[in-house]
């Protein structure tokens, strides 16, 4: 079973704040590959299992099974007969995501990758600004301001939740919020 290569890879990013539909992006575009019949896999950080461990899922409940990963370096080894590989919550893995990412594009697959640009302080995750520069396609999403309803492009952390950097949560810790709504420093 031989399928001929495409002449290059490229990659994809999706990225944007809590509740702005990036893994239903992701799994979207996963899934129109998969109506084509291309062999498609799709990773997430093993540290991330709020909803399940062996599927990405939306908000909205659509599922893709994946596989969650502690290690990068088995992304590398499992994409190799895959044409299509999608990475999601990507500021959760380690700065190596960046160089495995650049690698598979020049494997002459297409990656797309979906993560949170900003963390909870509005400072952004590096590897996910560093795959954003280098990607050929970016996709900004937008949530909606649940205090106002402006589109919002920041992750609220709520007051008494933390002050660590990777705090994994739902709607009990954070807020979408617009910049005007949004603070770093919640009370
Ligand atoms: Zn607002």
């Not at 002459?108 to 979906?114: E, G, M």
Request: one cysteine or more; aromatic letters at 6%.
């Amino acid at each position: 079973m031989f399928i001929a290569p495409r002449d290059t890879g490229w990659l994809e990013v999706i990225a944007g704040p809590m509740f702005s539909g990036k893994t239903e992006e992701l799994i979207r575009r996963l899934r129109l590959a998969m109506y084509a019949r291309q062999r498609v896999v799709v990773f997430k950080p093993a540290l991330d299992d709020r909803f399940s461990s062996s599927e990405i899922v939306s908000r909205n409940q659509m599922k893709l099974e994946s596989i969650s990963c502690a290690d990068t370096s088995e992304i590398l080894q499992i994409s190799e007969s895959k044409d299509v590989v999608g990475i999601d919550e990507a500021q959760f893995f380690d700065e190596s995501i960046v160089e495995i990412a650049e690698r598979l594009a020049a494997m002459k697959k297409r990656v797309i990758i979906a993560g949170l640009d900003l963390d909870f302080r509005a400072v952004p995750f590096d590897n996910v600004s560093r795959l954003m520069a280098s990607a050929e396609y970016v996709t900004k999403t937008l949530a909606i301001c649940m205090q106002c309803g402006n589109p919002a492009s920041r992750s609220q952390r709520l007051a008494g939740k933390g002050s660590e950097r990777i705090v994994v949560g739902d709607v009990e810790s954070y807020e979408a919020r617009c910049r005007r709504c949004f603070s770093p420093d919640p009370h």
